[in-house]
């Protein structure tokens, strides 16, 4: 008997901090791409955030851990925290799915599709996974890929699947001008992500 193939959808992330739109985007990814696993894997080192001061690994993974503890479909990857070195995406594919047999897609919204063609090896990316990419419910059927993402894999179209995603304007930055200016974050995310950024007194000068 064949064991069916199992289908994982990696949400990479910097996650600082993690927030309700992470978690809707990775509800929307399982629904439409039927996959049987979201596996968050934060950035050990974000290298394209340089210029601003990013919250440790550890805190961040802590973080991330508590924002998903009771889904029973996620799962944490700390593989990119344990690696040194800037976080490059392909290397983490190639490393996730060598000799396996399951269906893999790399999660991601428009801004990072954008940033695609300074990643490393973006055409080798699609190459180890399908991408999800997290569209606007208006936008879903009219797709527009920057021009410099298509320079840089002509082919990009044919590797994406499409993720509906309600327009949520919730964003890590704004959540950490928030805390430092002492203003509400409630509902922005999990209760148990806000109360390791207060054990941990983290974004508050
Ligand atoms: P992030 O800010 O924590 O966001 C993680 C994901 O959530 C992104 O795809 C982002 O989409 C999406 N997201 C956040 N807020 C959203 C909202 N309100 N509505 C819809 N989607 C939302 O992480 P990041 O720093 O962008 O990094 C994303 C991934 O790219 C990580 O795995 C990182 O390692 C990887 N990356 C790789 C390279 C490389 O390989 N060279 C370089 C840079 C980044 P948007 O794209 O729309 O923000």
């Known amino acids: 008997m064949t064991v069916p193939r199992r289908r994982i959808g990696i949400l990479g992330g910097t996650f600082d901090p993690p927030h309700l739109a992470h978690l809707v ?18 950035a050990g ?6 210029g601003r001061d990013v919250a440790p690994p550890e805190a961040r993974l802590r973080m991330i851990r508590a924002a998903v503890a009771d889904l029973p479909w996620a799962t944490v990857n700390t593989i990119e925290i344990e690696r040194d070195g800037p976080t490059y995406t392909t290397d983490t594919l190639e490393a996730l799915t060598a000799g396996s047999d399951d269906e893999w897609w790399f999660i991601l919204g ?34 527009e890929i920057p021009a410099a993402t298509l320079e840089a894999v002509p082919d990009i179209e044919e590797h994406i699947d499409r993720i509906e995603m309600p327009l949520l304007e919730i964003s890590s930055t704004d959540i950490r001008e928030r805390i430092r200016h002492g203003g509400p974050t409630d509902y922005l995310m999990p209760d148990s992500v806000r109360a390791v950024i207060e054990e941990l007194g983290i974004y508050a000068s």
């Open 110 to 143: 428009m801004d990072a599709l954008a940033d695609l063609p300074h990643w490393k090896e973006p055409g080798r990316i699609v190459e180890l996974a399908r991408l999800g990419l997290a569209l606007r419910p208006g936008l879903i059927d009219h797709l």
């Open 45 to 50: 080192d974000p290298y394209r955030k340089a």
């Open 25 to 42: 985007l990775a509800t929307n990814a399982r629904h439409d791409l039927r996959l049987d696993e979201v596996m968050f894997v934060p």
